[in-house]
């Protein structure tokens, strides 16, 4: 079993940036590829980003290229994503979810993943 516990979200005015954290227990960080998901009111959960175990291997969905990172802190057992230049259509509840992989593969569908966070609130104000 894997543990996740998202942090780092708030309120932000549109054009502000905010950091997300999620700490991963319970068994070797390293070998689990991470993702960030979102869901804003009325929609379905979407993807947001995804890292490798390879921390140099990363892919994003099309409307966050150029404003956010992820990234990962095999040392800090934490994976993060940056958020900038945000938007009022970027409010949702940011989920990481993690699942054990290849040392390159990365993963953009829900049911790639076995492990979930609670979630995180992040509003962006217009």
């Known amino acids: 079993q894997v543990q996740l516990v998202e942090s780092g979200g708030g309120l932000v005015q549109a054009g502000g940036s905010l950091r997300l954290s999620c700490a991963a227990s319970?068994?070797?960080?390293?070998?689990?590829?991470m993702g960030w998901f979102r869901q804003a009111p009325g929609k379905e959960r979407e993807f947001v980003a995804t890292?490798?175990?390879?921390?140099?291997?990363?892919y994003y969905a099309d409307f966050v290229t150029g404003r956010f990172t992820i990234s990962r802190d095999n040392a800090k057992n934490t994976v993060y994503l940056q958020m900038n230049n945000l938007k009022s259509e970027d409010t949702a509840v940011y989920f990481c979810?993690?699942?054990?992989?290849?040392?390159?593969?990365?993963?953009?569908?829900?049911?790639?993943?076995?492990?979930w966070g609670q979630g995180t609130q992040v509003t962006v104000s217009s």
């Open positions: 979810a993690a699942r054990g992989g290849t040392y390159f593969g990365y993963y953009d569908r829900q049911s790639d993943y076995d492990y």
């Open positions: 319970g068994r070797t960080f390293s070998n689990y590829a």
């Open positions: 890292v490798a175990r390879s921390i140099g291997h990363t």
